[in-house]
């Protein structure tokens, strides 16, 4: 079984301020973790992805994310976020042999003027 | 990349009617296919796993006679909502998956709303 936790579900920003939205899961097997970003009345759209490798993902739009093993996180960042990043945000975890994901509750970045 | 469509995108209906949705995947062929149900505010909540040619995969507590779900070729996979209530109004995501990936990682489509009156 795995779980994923996202810490906030509300995180209010200044325009061109950082912005950190937080993502622990816990799952008995290896995974591969995702970011998604939801636009109301749209689907998902991938942000970035953890397959292996450099625990630093760079994704789109200038985000970035960490993985740590050691306190399973994938803490999604970005520098500097602009009004048109307001949108809701998930988590996610698939295990490796698996088809199935399971999301967190999702974040709602809004970034004011 | 991997591109899933809905159709249709929104759909208004009576209760006690039938709605079909329908996903696709068009330039890949999708294996395995998710429907997922969203309500407002609310995070994905997996309803059903379709594989290409065999039966759906229904998590617990999904009607599976109300939730019908066809997987008949690679590309299309339908979800037939039967005798709709107001309670089953809500955001429906597909998403897929095809066999040749090593990542899993699931291709969304952009989602159908349903209201039922």
């Known amino acids: 079984a795995q779980s994923v936790t996202q810490l906030d579900s509300q995180v209010p920003v200044f325009e061109e301020a950082p912005v950190e939205l937080r993502c622990n899961y816990s799952?008995?097997?290896?995974?591969?973790l995702f970011w998604y970003v939801q636009y109301p009345n749209q689907g998902l759209q991938l942000l970035l992805k953890?397959?292996?490798?450099?625990?630093l993902v760079k994704g789109i739009n200038g985000f970035e994310a960490e993985f740590n093993k050691s306190q399973t996180s994938f803490h999604l960042r970005k520098p500097s976020v602009h009004i048109s990043d307001t949108a809701e945000y998930f988590c996610?975890?698939?295990?490796?042999?698996?088809?199935?994901?399971?999301f967190g509750d999702g974040t709602t970045l809004t970034v004011k003027p | 990349g991997a591109v899933v469509s809905q159709h249709p995108s929104w759909v208004i209906c009576k209760s006690g009617t039938s709605v079909k949705i329908e996903c696709r995947s068009l330039?890949?062929?999708?294996?395995?296919m998710f429907w997922y149900r969203q309500f407002p505010k609310q995070s994905l909540m997996l309803m059903a796993t379709?594989?290409?040619?065999?039966?759906?995969?229904?998590e617990q507590g999904v009607e599976k006679d109300k939730f019908l779900i066809n997987h008949a070729s690679l590309t299309l996979s339908t979800l037939t909502v039967t005798s709709a209530h107001p309670e089953d109004s809500s955001f429906y995501i597909c998403?897929?998956?095809?066999?040749?990936?090593?990542?899993?990682?699931?291709?969304f489509g952009p989602g159908t709303r349903l209201t039922v009156l």
């Open positions: 996610a975890v698939t295990e490796r042999n698996a088809g199935k994901s399971t």
């Open positions: 330039d890949f062929q999708a294996t395995t």
């Open positions: 953890y397959l292996s490798g450099s625990t």
């Open positions: 998403s897929a998956t095809s066999e040749g990936q090593v990542t899993n990682e699931q291709f």
């Open positions: 799952s008995s097997v290896s995974v591969y």
């Open positions: 379709s594989n290409e040619g065999s039966k759906a995969t229904y």
